[in-house]
């Protein structure tokens, strides 16, 4: 089935050659002010990183993030009165998810040296080592560039890790064109400063590939102000982006990157006889959001229109600039380019963007519907090798009791001599497999307690989880640590229910940011206060929908209580047959007051409830947890719901405020 798309229309955007006139500067915050006097990106790292402090003050670690690296401190080892156990996270930027045997080895051996022995894979596709200290930061730097990687990017106000699906088909010619051109996107804004390399390398300068000729030439292009009057930064500037800014590329159809999720999402069209011709554009994705700021909220992209593929680089440059130059660089919560996009409406970004492209983007092409693929298992590479999924458990690659998979991972990377892809869903693709070494690859994972992709349970192999607790310093309640004892619950809470064959996207964040997608998810959790969560429901199980806020506080003890009049109703009304209804779409489509309703009437010794079936109301208002609480109260002390005690409370206000 084709998307409706066609119906989108740039054609009447005129053709524009004069640069935009820029904005006025708005006051800048703090860091932007940071940012300008730190000489692109050089202080006050430099001299921070030479004293003999075990942490970095608030300026230098602002800057090193774009480094690559967070200062964190072990939460669990706080004690009252002592310092802090300061340790650094580094990440790696990957784009496309590529990591080399060498690197990978490299990254394996440091984690062991330098970090606390384990590494994660993350939902961009990196690595991320844990536990690094500040005296073995520039060893371990130094260690990845010379190893064919780098860190340059994977964090801070700029282009972040261009992703692609980590699918390494040599026969589908789609999947080469997404992967290459994730790398020259990368290429094209990655920070030219010479910090990185002075700072971590004496500045010895480190190219794990030479550019591509039309990355170069597209980078020098200044076309209507895309490029800044910067010798050292041509289009970031000494104030590089307002926040961070996120792009993929992937090929229509496969949503293993979290399309509409990203700033800047690019899918690869191709002719009748696989040659690349464009891509359709999407922008104006993001997850994160903050508790109790209305103004803050996850949002999905925008189709925006269709480029040829010769100018690919010259409109990437024109949404940059775009952002860059109209984006919040005041307040920093509504910063990122999906509020400009909200706020100016997806017509007047469009127009803001042709101008610095100087042309009119074309209508999109037609696109079959997105489908998540997570690759995992043995697959035919399509050349006479092959390629296998591994899935890692919340992107955590440890030995720990049965499940050595750090251990297998380190043995098959040196004996076969394999690269990796990592996946969005912080998953890895070992790929180039001979078919003559599968089996001894095989034992290996077996004798080590991996776990075959049919073994996997369903619940287990669609879930994500975010680090937070102990380390992430923006960490509310548990995720990673607590998602695993969630699962057993909720598949035991399935079979108790006779719904064992069923499955969903489960995501969960230990705060509001989202660094797990939780706001895609059929069943999301989000992190409000220890032990608490916000519950979203209605989530596509391909990623394509944004869900929504069904419960503000969930006290993790109340897990089951909470859900089995949802899965008990789902049972009851879900549409079966040969395209049999999802719990995400289920909720969607039957409407949250629906689902409170039965929820508020629920017999668990009758298993029964009361719903109106023509129910849908969509509309949502979060509230502040106190008034909740008390909303809660009196709904029950009125022996009411609480969407008719909101619903009079509001209606009361509004009347007295007419009247006023």
Not at 330 to 337: D, E, G, I, V
Not at 399 to 421: C, H
Not at 501 to 513: K, Y
Not at 622 to 631: F, G, P, Q, T
Request: charged content about 25%; glycine content about 8%; some cysteine.
């Amino acid at each position: 089935m084709l998307l409706s798309l066609l119906s989108l229309s740039t054609a009447a955007s005129p053709m524009v050659n004069a640069p935009p006139k820029q904005p006025t500067p708005p006051k800048l915050s703090k860091l932007e002010g940071l940012k300008e006097r730190s000489r692109h990106l050089r202080y006050p790292l430099t001299t921070e990183l030479q004293t003999a402090a075990k942490n970095l003050p608030e300026d230098a670690i602002q800057i090193l993030k774009f480094h690559g690296s967070y200062q964190q401190d072990n939460r669990d080892h706080r004690v009252k009165g002592q310092e802090k156990d300061y340790q650094f996270m580094l990440r790696t930027r990957s784009p496309g998810g590529f990591i080399p045997a060498q690197l990978y080895l490299t990254l394996d051996q440091l984690s062991e040296t330098y970090g606390n022995h384990t590494l994660r894979a993350t939902t961009r596709q990196g690595f991320q080592i844990h536990g690094v200290l500040k005296q073995n930061l520039k060893t371990v730097i130094a260690a990845i560039v010379r190893n064919m990687g780098s860190t340059l990017g994977a964090c801070g106000d700029l282009n972040r890790n261009v992703m692609a699906p980590p699918a390494p088909y040599t026969n589908r010619p789609a999947y080469t064109y997404a992967k290459d051109y994730a790398n020259r996107i990368a290429d094209l804004l990655t920070p030219q400063t010479g910090a990185y390399y002075e700072i971590w390398l004496d500045g010895e300068k480190y190219l794990s590939a030479e550019e591509h000729p039309e990355v170069v030439a597209a980078r020098q292009r200044n076309l209507n102000g895309t490029n800044l009057g910067d010798a050292e930064e041509p289009i970031y500037g000494q104030h590089y982006m307002p926040r961070k800014f996120k792009i993929a590329v992937t090929v229509p159809g496969d949503n293993s990157i979290d399309l509409y999720t990203q700033d800047v999402g690019l899918v690869v069209i191709l002719d009748d006889q696989d040659q690349l011709q464009g891509f359709n554009v999407f922008v104006g994705g993001g997850m994160g959001r903050t508790h109790n700021k209305e103004e803050t909220f996850a949002r999905i992209s925008d189709p925006l229109g269709y480029v040829a593929k010769d100018d690919v680089y010259d409109l990437v440059k024109a949404i940059v600039a775009t952002q860059r130059d109209y984006g919040d660089r005041q307040q920093r919560r509504h910063a990122r380019m999906k509020y400009l996009v909200n706020d100016w409406g997806i017509a007047k970004f469009r127009g803001a963007v042709e101008k610095y492209f100087g042309k009119s983007l074309q209508p999109l092409r037609p696109l079959p519907e997105f489908e998540y693929q997570d690759y995992l298992g043995w697959h035919d590479q399509g050349d006479g090798q092959l390629f296998l999924g591994i899935s890692i458990e919340n992107g955590r690659v440890h030995d720990q009791g049965q499940l050595q998979l750090k251990s297998a991972l380190r043995q098959i990377v040196q004996q076969f001599d394999l690269p990796m892809l990592l996946s969005a869903n912080h998953n890895l693709v070992l790929y180039d497999i001979q078919p003559a070494d599968r089996a001894a690859i095989q034992s290996i994972l077996t004798q080590c307690g991996v776990q075959d992709v049919a073994d996997i349970d369903p619940l287990v192999r669609y879930a994500m989880a975010c680090p937070a607790l102990p380390t992430c310093g923006l960490a509310i309640a548990e995720s990673e640590r607590a998602i695993p004892s969630i699962l057993d619950r909720i598949r035991a809470l399935l079979n108790k229910l006779d719904l064992s064959d069923q499955h969903f996207v489960i995501r969960m964040t230990g705060c509001p940011n989202g660094c797990a997608r939780p706001y895609m998810a059929e069943l999301g959790f989000v992190g409000i206060k220890p032990d608490s969560y916000q519950l979203w429901l209605g989530g596509s199980p391909n990623q394509t929908r944004l869900a929504r806020t069904f419960i503000e506080v969930l006290p993790i003890q109340d897990l089951e209580s909470t859900l089995e009049p949802l899965l008990i109703l789902f049972k009851q009304k879900r549409r079966q047959g040969k395209n049999a209804e999802s719990f995400g779409d289920f909720c969607d489509r039957i409407g949250f007051d629906a689902l409170r309703q039965f929820s508020e009437t629920y017999d668990p010794t009758t298993q029964t409830g009361k719903v109106d079936s023509g129910s849908r109301v969509r509309h949502r208002v979060n509230l502040r947890e106190d008034v909740y609480s008390r909303l809660k109260q009196t709904a029950s002390a009125q022996g009411k719901t609480l969407t008719e005690m909101a619903s009079e409370a509001i209606d009361t206000y509004l009347q007295n405020q007419s009247q006023a």
